[in-house]
């Protein structure tokens, strides 16, 4: 089982013609189901997913759950994830009559940002204890661009980043940096991106615009103009 530590964000795309210098470019739909608690408080997902890359398809089931998330809005999660082929992904769908979401992701390296960090030693910090640097190790960005039943492309993205990897660099590269804190410039994409706001945020005005987008944007196929 693997464990992963994320943070998500949602933002306005004002220059789609960005989007052209990912590294990569992955099609996906997915379809997800949510699983609930005996006092039906959803618990996790469960969810299929193709994805298709170079000419390429690929099919894959999911179980994920979050396990803990800190006041930064960093959270960890258990994810389970197999190989299926593409008879058991329709079936799947079939079987849930499940909504899909059907997206473009763009994966940008690390070294298209910056990142800000500091030393939190002690509870009296100044600007001055901070530090922009690009670290050189990987680290994707992935910008999720959701495509409507005609088509459309949604203003609106999703942008994740997996911070797994910048944790081991650090723990086994920079020992002595025992805490920090740290802020992903998404600005520096090269997208125009504006209105961002964290994934977990608490704002109102902020949650009904995330739900809006997933509730637009997830459908199921019969709905969708080909």
């Known amino acids: 089982m693997a464990s992963e530590k994320e943070v998500f964000f949602y933002a306005d795309i004002t220059k789609p013609e960005g989007l052209s210098q990912a590294h ?3 099609i996906q739909d997915q379809y ?3 699983i609930k ?27 994920k759950y979050e ?17 299926i082929e593409k008879s058991f992904y329709d079936a799947w769908i079939k079987c849930f009559g499940a909504a899909g979401c059907h997206k473009v992701r763009y994966v940008f390296k690390s070294s298209q940002i910056k ?3 500091s030393l939190t030693m002690s509870s009296d910090e100044s600007e001055e204890d901070f530090s922009e640097t690009v670290l050189d190790f990987d680290l994707d960005i992935e910008v999720d661009v959701f495509i409507g039943k005609n ?15 910048l944790f081991k660099h650090l ?9 920090f804190d740290l802020s992903v ?8 991106l504006e209105n961002i706001f964290n994934g977990r945020t608490d704002d109102p005005e902020h949650r009904a615009k995330s739900k809006a987008l997933w509730d637009e944007y997830t459908y199921k196929d019969s709905e969708r103009v080909s």
């Open 24 to 26: 990569r470019t992955i």
């Open 32 to 34: 997800s189901y949510d």
């Open 37 to 63: 608690d005996a006092d039906g408080n959803s618990s996790g997902i469960i969810r299929v997913r193709s994805e298709s890359e170079n000419g390429q398809t690929v099919f894959e089931q999911t179980i």
């Open 67 to 83: 396990t803990k998330q800190n006041e930064t809005g960093i959270a960890s999660k258990e994810e389970q994830n197999i190989s």
């Open 115 to 117: 990142l800000r960090y």
């Open 151 to 165: 088509g459309e492309r949604a203003k609106t993205c999703k942008v994740d980043i997996e911070l797994d990897g």
């Open 171 to 179: 723990k086994e590269n920079h020992p002595e940096i025992k805490a």
């Open 185 to 192: 410039i998404l600005s520096n994409l090269p997208l125009g």
